[in-house]
T-cell receptor, first 115, second 114 residues
Framework: GAVVSQHPSRVICKSGTSVKIECRSL??????MFWYRQFPKQSLMLMAT?????????EQGVEKDKFLINHASLTLSTLTVTSAHPEDSSFYIC???????????FGQGTRLTVV | GDSVTQMEGPVTLSEEAFLTINCTYT??????LFWYVQYPGEGLQLLLK?????DKGSNKGFEATYRKETTSFHLEKGSVQVSDSAVYFCALSPANQAGTALIFGKGTTLSVSS
């Protein structure tokens, strides 16, 4: 079945640095990629929706200059957390619709810790 | 707007106990309903789904029935195992937006002991 590979699974970085998270669709073309953030004991919060070749659409309250999303190809979407702060520490998950556009496939998630 | 409400956890059970995790929703029309499971340190996996009223989704011994009259999609399993310990999310996809928008409940943590 369709697989979305997310990397890295876990990252620790210093405050002020930037971290890039990648999501790749391994055997299908992901026209649309969704990026979520999950706080401890909370639900998934949709951050933004990216479509290949166009600018991402950000949800209200999400800083687009801080969370840079690039979807330059049909198999790769990236989320870059710029100038990270400890409050950015969270679990980030990508999701793509499948080749039939009727299913959802999640990446494995990235645990970001900013120290 | 559309929303999902699920029972708060954690739910703590002994092995072979019966499990129910309640989920209710608010939506216009006939949304698609899902249960996702998240094992420790991993992303979400689709557990089961139902796309129309009275449909029953089932997988790995888990079941949930789409009840339009009560706007519910409760998750049940007759005999849980330690390996079922995870966080379970109820979600809906609004009508006419299949595969795109997904709205999640807050998640319910299940802990099963032997």
């Amino acid at each position: 079945g369709a697989v979305v590979s997310q990397h890295p699974s876990r990252v620790i970085c210093k405050s002020g640095t930037s971290v890039k998270i990648e999501c790749r669709s391994l055997d299908f073309q992901a026209t649309t990629m969704f990026w979520y953030r999950q706080f401890p004991k909370q639900s998934l919060m949709l951050m933004a929706t990216s479509n290949e070749g166009s600018k991402a659409t950000y949800e209200q309250g999400v800083e687009k200059d801080k969370f840079l999303i690039n979807h330059a190809s049909l198999t790769l979407s990236t989320l870059t957390v710029t100038s990270a702060h400890p409050e950015d520490s969270s679990f980030y998950i990508c999701r793509s619709t499948g080749p039939m556009n009727t299913e959802a496939f999640f990446g494995q998630g990235t645990r970001l810790t900013v120290v | 707007g559309d929303s999902v409400t699920q029972m708060e956890g954690p739910v703590t059970l002994s092995e072979e106990a019966f499990l129910t995790i309640n989920c209710t929703y608010t939506a216009t029309g006939y949304p698609s309903l899902f249960w996702y499971v998240q094992y420790p340190g991993e992303g979400l996996q689709l557990l089961l789904k139902a796309t129309k009223a009275d449909d029953k989704g089932s997988n790995k011994g888990f079941e949930a029935t789409y009840r339009k009259e009560t706007t519910s999609f409760h998750l049940e399993k007759g005999s849980v195992q330690v390996s079922d310990s995870a966080v379970y999310f109820c979600a809906l996809s609004p009508a006419n937006q299949a595969g795109t928008a997904l709205i999640f409940g807050k998640g319910t943590t299940l802990s099963v002991s032997s």
